[in-house]
């Protein structure tokens, strides 16, 4: 038998995988032995959650400790939140602990959260209260829809709560086009990316090579104010506006959220407490509106001639001849966001209460530049708390009670979907009065009456910033809305009281450069 040995020169496949293994080996005993030197030189993680709340790679809330030393919950930079909250580590004995979690409506934009409906609450819970200790924490973040934010119910499940109150919904549909990069990232590589975003060396690259990209919700940020322009200018063409596939997949998920927020908190031996939305129908107009895709050409003449000739009657204030013409163009095509507006404006205006709200939310239902909530969202959030035994609250309804029109407008709402002062008051006091007929924490004849929010006007003298912020949200809403006439008034108004204000001069600017593009178009 002839002696078979490998030919000069060449390494048998063995030898050369184990050179590849000691290779990888010798790779990854550098990076340990390198994050070890790091972790106890005290280089910190990322300063920002490279995966936006979507992964587990930064907490809500980190463990801290107080001037006094006492430890508590705080909530970490690192998730962006635009104010700080904290509790104690150490649930004190029989106290009420509460999270409330959503988006920014919850978390109280444009006001700070002092003034958000969850800090209202915490002072009516206090005075009707005072033999218990009660800690009300504000967990919602801006920009947040129901996939993170149940992300952040799992995380409260662990600190001992007692209740969680869920107001959320609005922003549903908005993640996909500004967080397309995470949503289609390949979830084996997304956990493989998570993991190594936790390390002390990806902390150190972010810093020195200014990884810190993570899109966020900044109204103090110009960069977000041109996304919004190229945000409703995509959805006037139809690239980034939700089909009835997708409506229909986005409640479903929705709705499953939810339930999952339910479960966590049962697993925990809390209680949910779900209150649907409410927005602003009467008073923000639809910021785009389409014809169904199958319309034919006569039916959109006829459809246009019905239209104008409704708006002729209702511009000289002839209301009664403008609804039937809207009905019969409606009849032709109903899919018309802005024409159901024109609609209820009339119908208010005679005093049909009823047909006037049906058709303000059937606008807000259409509207291709979408701000509200669709009407589907509130069945949901009601079967919701049926099948899973929770508290229910009607928010939209109680707003809607509260208003003198048949549908909330700018009465009780900053913009399309951000509740005002009053509005947030209002939600607060009808959610303490749910858990006190429900006898949560203590049966409805213990707490103390007598509780009385100050008056919104006290509230916004005693501090201007209040009103700044205000016209601030709302002109940032405008634009989105593309209603530049109306961002333009509440920059000017805020310029008014504060000339060198960047933020506002800065989109004042962009506002009157679109205009002035737009103007220098030939006509088509």
Sequence with gaps: MSDVRPAAGRSSPWARLGLVLLGIGLGLSTLVVAEGVLRLAGVPAAQRDPFAGFGATRPVFTRAQRADGTPVWRTDPARGLPHVEEFLVEKPPGAFRVFVVGESSAAGV?????????????????????????????????????????????????????????????????????????????????????????????????????????????????D?????????????????????????????????NLEEMAGAMRAAGARTLFVSLGQNFADWAPGASAHRGDLRRDERERWERLVAAARGDAASGDC??????????????????????????????LGDAARAARHYRRASDLDRV?????????????????????????????????????????????????????????????????LRDAGIPEDAGQWRTGYRDPPV??????????????????????????????ALAELEAVLAQDPD???????????????????????R
């Design 224 to 256: 977000d104010a041109g996304q919004m322009f190229a945000v409703a200018d995509e959805r006037l063409a139809g690239k980034a506006y939700a089909d009835e596939r997708e409506r229909r997949w986005g409640e479903l998920h929705y709705r499953w």
């Design 501 to 523: 204000h960047a933020w506002a001069r800065q989109l004042r600017a962009v506002i009157r450069q679109r205009a002035s593009s737009a103007a220098e178009l030939p006509p």
């Design 457 to 486: 006007g006290g509230v916004l003298a005693g501090d201007p910033t209040l009103r700044r912020q205000e016209r601030l949200v709302r002109a940032a809403s405008c634009v989105l809305a593309r209603r530049d006439a109306c």
């Design 110 to 222: 444009p006001y700070p959260a002092s003034q958000a409906f969850s800090a209202w609450l915490a002072r009516r819970l206090v005075a009707a209260l005072p033999g218990r200790v009660v800690e009300v924490v504000n967990a919602a973040v801006p920009g947040y829809a129901s996939r993170r934010v149940l992300g952040v119910v799992r995380e409260l499940a662990a600190v001992q709560p007692d209740l969680l109150i869920v107001y959320c919904g609005h922003n549903e549909f908005a993640e996909s086009r500004q967080y397309a990069h995470l949503l289609a990232m390949d979830p084996r590589l997304f956990r493989l990316r998570a993991l190594a975003a936790t390390t002390r060396l990806y902390g150190a690259l972010e810093r020195a090579l200014g990884w810190d990209k993570t899109p966020r919700v900044n109204f103090d940020d110009i």
């Design 370 to 434: 979408p701000h509200g909530a669709p009407s589907a969202f509130d069945s949901s959030v009601r079967e919701v708390a049926r099948d899973t035994d929770s508290l229910f609250l009607d928010g939209g309804a109680v707003l809607a009670t509260a208003s003198a029109r048949p549908l909330p407008g700018d009465d009780l709402f900053v913009d399309a979907m951000h509740p005002n002062l009053h509005a947030n008051q209002l939600l607060a006091a009808a959610i303490a009065e749910t």
């Design 320 to 349: 009664a001849l403008a609804i039937p013409k809207f009905e019969q163009a409606l009849a032709v095509d109903d899919e018309v966001a802005q024409a159901h507006f024109e609609l209820a404006r009339c119908a208010e205006q």
